[in-house]
C-alpha cells in the first residue's frame, strides 16, 4: 500500500507522523472521508471545497491550491490500483514544539490514504440498524463548530463509546437544548407523511456531501425536501428513519430507544432513495482510469 505523504508516495510502514505534530498532540487539523465506485471518486470537487473551507474554518492554510489535491487523491488511487476505494485526505497544522501557538508549525502535514471500504454488513441495509440518544451532547457550534471537520473528534467518539455501551452501532446527539442534531459518523433524516426531513446545517451538524445528494433526490423519490428542527418525539411518530455518510451511504433505522420505528421494517421511500443514490455513484464523479 502506497501512501501520499507530503507530495510523495511512500510504502505504508514508511509512512510516520512526527510525534511533535501538532495533528496527533492537539487535534489541530482538518480531514476528508471519500468514497470511489468503479473508478469514479464520488463528489470529489465537494469534499476538497469542504476540506479548505474546514481549513479556514480553523485558519490551516493549505499549501496547494485545490486542483493540485484533486490530482493528488486521484494519483494515489492510481499508484494503488485501486478502482473502489475509501479515501481519507488528512491535512494537519504540522510539526512545532510543545506550545499551542500554531505559528510554532511552518509547514502542514498532508497525507491521503486509500484503502479498501469496510462497510457495515448488507444485511443491515434491508434490515434496519438500531440506534440509541447518548447522554453527550453535540459540540456547540459557538465552541467548535460540527462543520468544522476537524481531528478533534472526541466529542463523536465520546457519543460512539456510549452507543456501543448500549449495544448499538450508531448514536443519535443532541443539542444543548434537547434537540437531534446528527450521529457520531452520519446525518440523520426522518419521512414523514411524503415529507423528507433533515436537521439544518446551524443546527450544530457536519454539513454532510450524502446529506446534500439525498436531498436532492428527494423529488424523484416522491418527496418533498425539506430542513428543519427535530426532536426525539418527531423521530418515534416518523414512518422512516434513515442516516446518510460517506462510509455507511444510505442506511435505514428501524429501531430507536428500544422503540420501533414505525412497523419495524425498512420503509419504501428509504429503499427509493438507497436505489437512486447508487444510480448516482455509479454515474457521477471524477473519472480515472487504472
Ligand atoms: N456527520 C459526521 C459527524 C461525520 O463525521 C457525516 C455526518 C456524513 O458526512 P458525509 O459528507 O460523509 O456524507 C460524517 C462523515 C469514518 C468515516 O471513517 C466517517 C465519515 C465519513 C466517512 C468515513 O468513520 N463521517
Do not use: W
Not at 510525534?19 to 471518486?41: A, K, P, T
Amino acid at each position: 500500500m502506497l501512501i501520499y505523504f507530503n507530495g510523495k508516495f511512500v510504502k505504508k510502514e514508511m509512512a510516520r507522523v512526527s510525534v511533535f505534530d501538532h495533528g496527533l498532540l492537539y487535534g489541530d487539523g482538518v480531514f476528508e472521508g471519500i468514497r470511489s465506485y468503479n473508478c469514479l471518486v464520488f463528489k470529489l470537487k465537494e469534499h476538497i471545497d469542504r476540506l479548505y473551507a474546514s481549513a479556514q474554518g480553523i485558519s490551516l492554510k493549505i499549501p496547494m491550491n485545490k486542483q493540485q489535491m484533486q490530482k493528488a487523491v486521484i494519483d494515489t488511487l492510481k499508484a494503488n490500483r485501486l478502482k473502489d476505494a475509501y479515501i481519507r485526505l488528512v491535512v494537519t497544522r504540522g510539526e512545532g514544539d510543545l506550545g499551542l501557538d500554531p505559528r510554532n508549525c511552518v509547514k502542514p502535514t498532508i497525507f491521503i490514504i486509500t484503502d479498501k471500504i469496510a462497510l457495515y454488513p448488507q444485511e443491515l441495509y434491508k434490515k434496519g440498524l438500531t440506534i440509541v440518544t447518548v447522554p453527550t451532547r453535540r459540540n456547540i457550534p459557538e465552541a467548535i463548530n460540527p462543520q468544522i471537520k476537524s481531528l478533534n473528534y472526541l466529542n463523536n467518539i465520546l457519543g460512539k463509546i456510549e452507543a456501543i455501551n448500549a449495544g448499538v452501532p450508531e448514536a443519535i446527539m443532541l443539542d444543548q437544548s434537547g434537540f437531534v442534531t446528527e450521529c457520531t459518523g452520519d446525518n440523520i433524516f426522518m419521512i414523514k407523511n411524503k415529507e423528507l426531513m433533515t436537521p439544518p446545517a446551524y443546527a450544530g451538524i457536519l454539513n454532510g456531501i450524502t446529506r446534500s445528494c439525498v436531498l436532492d433526490l428527494a423529488p424523484q423519490s416522491g418527496l418533498k425536501p425539506k430542513e428543519c428542527m427535530m426532536t426525539r418525539f418527531d423521530l418515534f411518530n416518523a414512518d422512516e428513519v434513515f442516516l446518510t455518510g460517506s462510509a455507511a451511504e444510505i442506511i435505514p433505522v428501524v429501531k430507536m430507544d428500544s422503540r420501533l420505528i414505525a412497523d419495524g421494517k425498512v420503509g419504501p421511500y428509504t429503499l427509493k432513495l438507497i436505489e437512486n443514490f447508487r444510480k448516482l455513484t455509479k454515474k457521477e464523479g471524477a473519472r480515472y482510469a487504472l
